[in-house]
């Protein structure tokens, strides 16, 4: 079945450094790869994500890149500073078919250190 | 505005008894979904809606039901609680299906 592997499971920097997050997914239908935050006690919020039709997209500290050939994608986080430690989920989904099932990651755990 | 609300935040049960988790959105979506999430395995679609008056599985429906009472509440329902079900229930909604998902705070279920 369709699955999403995100790796590294937990990430420690140093404020100031770049964070990268990875994950790869198997449905090669897959179309849509949303990026969700969630604090310690809350709900997932979406902070980012992109299109099949498109290789990378940015949102100030933000980035996220695609590549379908090998059905990956990357969230980057540069400039770290503590308000940036939460849970991190990708997930991927057909978005043109409308299914509505979003599959998500596993997680990483990022840490931003004073 | 609240966005997406679900009730209870923490709830105990033991084995065998039902409860059902409500769940509330006010910005006029049409879908909505009940995600579970445990340690390790990211979160998991249990059912969704993607318009009133319908419902469809994910990817672990067994041991729920759930009701599209109208266009904003969608309750998941669990008939017979078994310590498995022990998880953080998460409800969401979007405008249609497919679109941009939105998450309430979550309902930490514990089964003993």
């Known amino acids: 079945g369709e699955n999403v592997e995100q790796h590294p499971s937990t990430l420690s920097v140093q404020e100031g450094d770049s964070a990268v997050i990875k994950c790869t997914y198997s449905?090669?239908?897959?179309?849509?790869f949303p990026w969700y935050k969630q604090e310690l006690g809350k709900g997932p919020q979406l902070i980012i994500d992109i299109r099949s039709n498109v290789g990378e997209k940015k949102d100030q500290r933000i980035a996220v890149t695609l590549n379908k050939t090998a059905k990956h994608f990357s969230l980057h986080i540069t400039e770290t500073q503590p308000e940036d430690s939460a849970v991190y989920f990708c997930a991927a989904s057909r978005y043109r078919r409308n299914t509505g099932k979003l599959i998500f990651g596993q997680g990483t755990t990022l840490q931003v250190k004073p | 505005n609240a966005g997406v609300t679900q009730t209870p935040k923490f709830q105990v049960l033991k084995t065998g008894q039902s409860m059902t988790l409500q769940c509330a959105q006010d910005?006029?979506?049409?879908?909505m979904y009940w995600y579970r999430q445990d340690p390790g395995m990211g979160l998991r679609l249990i059912y969704y809606?993607?318009?009133?008056?319908?419902?469809d599985k994910g990817e672990v429906p067994n041991g729920y039901n759930v009701s599209r009472l109208n266009k904003r509440e969608f309750s998941l329902r669990l008939e017979s609680a078994a310590p498995s079900q022990t998880s953080v229930y998460f409800c969401?909604?979007?405008?249609?299906?497919?679109?941009?998902?939105?998450f309430g705070e979550g309902s930490w279920l514990t089964v003993v």
């Open positions: 969401a909604s979007s405008e249609s299906h497919g679109n941009t998902i939105y």
């Open positions: 809606s993607a318009s009133e008056g319908t419902t």
């Open positions: 910005m006029n979506h049409n879908s």
């Open positions: 449905d090669s239908a897959s179309n849509y």
